[in-house]
């Protein structure tokens, strides 16, 4: 088993080594470019759309509304990346990471604004009248490659029971175990049932309740986050100096902390922060497509968003709690040092408990909107006629994975994630003049 583990992990390396990060990053940087850097003009205008103009017309095509579609997308990235992702990139790369992620972040948006605009323009309505689409429909409809298309389905379908199963739900039953004491089979029973009742009833169900949740959850995250910065505002000044100082020169040995190089530092940062916000992966275009819209621009702008939020918001708040509490000079990583931040920051175990509650509805508001990533791939590949079985065979998983050891599983759903990016990054570069001609024209009728 030893082995089989070592051969995994050796794989997700090479799939999630320095040309993968490059070709995501490059991606994003060469889309910045062609459309002149959209992302930072358009910003506000983007999040006017996204958060204060959020009421469709009912006769625009789609099947949820703008705010819907976004807070499904970010439901799937909103999860572990902000919470553990975080803190190993800073217990890695040091405070410089943080740095890097926002790079990450800046780029990434134009990556998912070409996404959400291919995704709304080649989508297709299937027999149910639902709409379907992302990479493997603006790919094979886009540029006649149906073989790749069907690749990148294959590569999402799988990372669906992955990444965006098994593994959430062993994250929230092993944190409501840790912080309070809840059998894990227990968790196991209610999530099946929790996820089954509403992804039964498709994406308008789970647009509801992601509409409803994910706003709470962030609100909840990043409120207990900010009253910790604002309890330690004079520290604030100097950790964001830490940050830019150390983005740029070797992070030197300090307490528990062995030091990184600059070469580190930035592939920790770049490697968390697509974990994170998912840009270029492919995945939350599939959302994107099912929004109500009638120009590929508009939905474009909005998911955009998403990517600032995930990143540019949330993982900074998370990033300076780490930083300011001095917590990422010790040995701890992953979720262990977030969650002792938090209790430096609030006192007693109710750091603890934020972090454990933030991490169960991230974790489960990423299986709602994993299992429409995962039903649409697995459509295109056989057909409306796996959809229901689908749903129910994915709630079943969800009860596996919250009692089983997933080292194994962890290791391949990380792999089939990575995957997922070659094929979409294809498409989005070779589909770059479709992507500038359909944003010109909109911004040349809209002046």
Known sequence: ???????????????????????????????????????????????????????????????????QALMTALSATVGTGNIAGVATAIAAGGPGALFWMWITGLVGMATKYAEALL??????????????????????????????????????????????????????????????????????IILMFATGAVIIGGIKAIGRVAGLLVPIMIVFYMGSAIIILLLHLSEIPSA????????????????????????????????????????????????????????????ALVSMTQTFIDTIVVCSLTGLVIIISGNWQTDMTGAELTSVSFTDGLGSVFGEYIVSIGLALFAYSTLLGWSYYGEKSLEYLLHEGSVKPYRYIFTVFVGIGAVVNLDLVWGVADIFNGLMAFP????LLALTPVIASETKKYFENKD
């Open 424 to 427: 979409n990054l294809i498409g």
């Open 119 to 188: 995704a709304v323009k080649y989508r297709e309505k299937d027999k149910f009248g639902n709409m379907s689409g992302g990479p493997m429909y603006y790919i094979s409809k886009g540029l006649g490659w149906k073989w790749l298309g069907s690749t990148f389905a294959v590569f999402a379908t799988i990372a669906a029971f992955g990444i965006g199963n098994t593994v959430q739900s062993n994250s929230v039953a092993h944190a409501l175990e840790t912080s309070f004491g809840v059998p894990t089979y227990i968790t196991a």
């Open 1 to 67: 088993m030893e082995m089989l583990l070592d051969i995994i992990k050796n794989i997700s390396d090479i799939v999630w080594g320095i040309p993968t990060i490059i070709l995501l990053v490059g991606t994003g940087i060469w889309l910045t470019i062609i459309l002149k850097g959209l992302q930072f003009r358009k910003l506000w205008h983007s999040l006017y759309l996204a958060l204060i103009k959020r009421k469709e017309d009912s006769d625009e095509p789609g099947d949820i509304t703008h705010f």
């Open 240 to 299: 964001f100096s830490l940050i830019i100082e150390q983005a740029f020169t070797p992070t030197a040995q300090v307490g528990g902390f062995l030091g990184a190089s600059v070469m580190l530092t930035i592939r920790m940062g770049v490697a968390r922060g697509v974990f994170s916000n998912e840009s270029g992966l492919g995945s939350s275009p599939i959302a994107a497509a099912a929004a109500q819209t009638k120009h590929p621009v508009t939905q």
